[in-house]
Nanobody, 116 residues
Framework: QVQLVESGGGLVQAGGSLRLSCAASRIILNFNAMGWYRQAPGMQRELVAIISRGGSTNYADSVKGRFTISRENARNTVYLQMNSLKPEDTAVYYC??????????WGKGTLVTVSS
């Protein structure tokens, strides 16, 4: 069983930056994409950013130009660089790995709180 461990969350003032990391406990050979989702209190979980196996990226409109997703294959790690943070970015951020013909892997989440 693969474990995904997120880190890098915390409290930051509006306009600040954070970098989230998600490390997988082993190499995942059959992944299609790696991504970050978030869930704010009382809201549904939503896609923030995703990077495909081929390296193409896609972002939620609300974070375009502010967030950057990247991947380091040698470390089995995916990152989310978050700049110009806004209070509405406050949420629990979850790492996700999509696989071919199998269930997704999910991390347990890391809390990001942006104060105004």
């Amino acid at each position: 069983q693969v474990q995904l461990v997120e880190s890098g969350g915390g409290l930051v003032q509006a306009g600040g930056s954070l970098r989230l990391s998600c490390a997988a406990s082993r190499i995942i050979l059959n992944f299609n994409a790696m991504g970050w989702y978030r869930q704010a209190p009382g809201m549904q979980r939503e896609l923030v950013a995703i990077i495909s196996r081929g390296g193409s990226t896609n972002y939620a409109d609300s974070v375009k130009g502010r967030f950057t997703i990247s991947r380091e294959n040698a470390r089995n790690t995916v990152y989310l660089q978050m700049n110009s943070l806004k209070p509405e970015d406050t949420a629990v951020y979850y790492c996700n790995i999509k696989r071919s013909g199998a269930m997704d892997y999910w991390g347990k989440g890391t809390l990001v709180t942006v104060s105004s």
